[in-house]
């Protein structure tokens, strides 16, 4: 099947509309980060829509303007001391078409064009913290491409920022959910936290190419692996992963194989309804190559639900300061090699696949990067299907068809062994 020709026009800049009612917070005010705000490398995301809408590239950027209106730090920029400027610049923003039917290029999406990138492997400081491209399909279907400064905010708060977008695409103003993007009182803080460091194993070498695998989890084995354990979808999803992966790679048995995953505190830690920045925290679960390798899927699931039992006292111990993403909390893995360690990321049910422009929600969630720091998962909502899609950037190509077998048997024995 031939692959999709992709055209783009040039970027465009979307500003906050002055069409909107209310402003908050009002434009000028500078946002001070939080201790959750982290690195300023970009996230990317792929919504994919096979229902039409009507005149989809206007629909959507006249909607993105409106909800800029309410949402004006993401419009802003970062002012280099630890906060973001409410200027008013706005996001960039690229209409693009693509020769065939959506369904057929399903399959070869991440193959595509569809998300813009930002200059270098960090954002800057005079970047836009968005990035947007809406790319049209012969068959009416479309796929909205989403890069984010993760500065500006997590996964739940992006989400939160899309369906705020959908609603207004509808005809819903103002949003349903109120946006706040200071963290805590609602007022600026006298003294912005200075901006992280950038961790070493970020910097060591840079991003790496690893093989690119868009893998199904079905519904029934995450259903029974969850009856075996008491454990949540994304423990027992994580749980498969994190064994097929190390099993694949087959380590020495005594070789560090730690996993690490976030967890969204919004409750923990009290944050407004509504709150739209970052705030999660890091967890790692140590083990060894041969003790995953050798492990029921159950055990696995067990061990990842207990590191999420730990996070409350992972706070505490911060002494009010929320812990990096990336420190790995209370119980850290030992030393290891980049390509020890596995981080599994749950993107599920974040309000990706609630948005709404027009036609329902997406029918295809996904991760849309092809290079990464560490092995990495992330791991989707099932939308309309049947199972649970984990975009993966995780093994080296001598490990790559090891990974999917040992997946394919995990399936095909739908078992727990």
Known sequence: MARAVLTKSSPVVVVPSESEQTTTPPAGNTIALSSFDGMPFPMRLVLAFDRPIHEPVETIKRALSRTLHHYQPVAGRLDGQGGIACTGEGVAFVAASASGALDEAMATLQQMDLTPRFPGVFCRDVDPLLLVQMTEFSCGGFVVGITW????????????????????????????????????????????????????????????????????????????????????????????????????????????????????????????????????????????????????????????????????????????????????????????????????????????????FGGGGAARVMWHEDRTFLPCCMVCSPCR?????????????????????????LISHDGLA
Do not use: M
């Open 149 to 356: 400064n993760h500065l500006l905010a997590d996964g739940a708060g992006i989400g939160q920022f899309l369906c705020a977008v959908g609603e207004l695409a509808r005809g819903v103003s103002p949003p349903s959910v109120a946006p706040v993007r200071l963290f805590g009182t609602g007022t600026t803080r006298s003294g912005a936290s200075p901006r992280p460091q950038r961790s070493t194993v970020l910097d060591n070498n840079g991003p790496r190419y690893l093989v690119r695998h868009d893998v199904a989890v079905p519904l029934s084995l995450v259903s029974r692996i969850k009856g075996e354990s008491g454990c949540t979808a994304f423990e027992a999803v994580a749980a498969v992963i994190w064994r097929c992966r190390t099993r694949a790679v087959a380590s020495a048995a005594d070789t560090p194989a730690p996993l690490s995953f976030s967890r969204n505190v919004r409750a923990l830690v009290g944050a407004s309804a509504g709150y739209y920045g970052n705030c999660v925290v890091g967890q790692v679960v140590p083990a060894t190559s041969g003790a995953v390798a050798s492990s029921s899927i159950a055990d696995l699931a067990l061990l990842i639900r207990r590191a999420k039992e730990n996070v409350p006292d992972v706070l505490s111990s911060s002494d009010g300061e929320a812990a990096a993403p990336d420190d790995g909390g209370a119980q850290a893995a030992p030393p290891h090699q980049w390509y020890d360690g596995l981080s599994v990321i749950s993107w599920v049910y974040l309000g990706f696949e609630a948005a709404d």
């Open 385 to 409: 299907g049947d199972a649970f899609n984990v975009s993966s950037l995780c093994v080296k190509p001598e490990h790559a068809e090891a990974f999917l077998q040992e997946l394919a048997n």
